[in-house]
């Protein structure tokens, strides 16, 4: 019994521990000593799962170990009727899990960022040129014969730039023509 002891209170387990029950519900091994040759179920933390852990081959379930919550996965031994278990904190089993939600959580917001940014730039580049042509053609109807709209590149707002300019050099010959005459 003391090499399984030994062999129990030996199993590392990152996060947790393991221990050992006879068939009746005594611990035989545990990471407290306290709890060693004592009934599971008589133990504060153990109390609600002991009949459940002794009632089933095996199982999983979770419960509170000095006020953190824990998994513990249990199964029957053959032929002895002991029971081994393994109990880990739910924070140390989750970490991985939370760091990733929270990688990818903010990779999400860093790329919604960057969408409204890019967005942003790309509506003030097709903003800009109406709103300048839109004061250019309130200049026209005003009077103002000379307005010319700067055109760049070969987009529809380009073509749209290209033909007021050409309307307003059209207009502009009309009206020399009909001055001249």
Not at 44 to 57: E, F, P, Q, T, V
Not at 116 to 135: D, E, G, H, Y
Request: charged content about 15%; aromatic content about 8%; proline content about 3%.
């Amino acid at each position: 019994l003391s090499t399984i002891t030994k062999y129990i209170n030996d199993i590392k387990t990152p996060g947790g521990f393991s221990f050992l029950l006879d068939k009746n519900g005594t611990v035989l091994a545990h990471a407290n000593t306290e709890f060693v040759n004592k009934p599971l179920g008589e133990q504060k933390d153990y109390s609600g799962i002991a009949a459940n852990i002794l009632a089933n081959d095996s199982g999983q379930l979770t419960y509170n170990y000095n006020g953190d919550p824990q998994l513990l996965y249990f199964q029957k031994l053959p032929n002895s009727g002991w029971t081994i278990a393994t109990s880990i904190s739910e924070k140390y089993a989750f970490a991985d899990y939370v760091t990733l939600r929270n990688n990818i959580a903010l990779i999400i917001i860093a790329l919604t960022i960057i969408c409204i940014v890019l967005a942003a730039i790309i509506a003030s580049r097709i903003v800009k040129p109406l709103i300048q042509l839109q004061k250019n053609a309130q200049l026209l109807a005003e009077g103002d014969m000379t307005v010319h709209v700067k055109v760049r590149g070969k987009d529809e707002i380009a073509q749209l730039g290209i033909a007021f300019n050409k309307m307003s050099s059209s207009l502009r010959n009309l009206i020399v023509t009909v001055s001249n005459s």
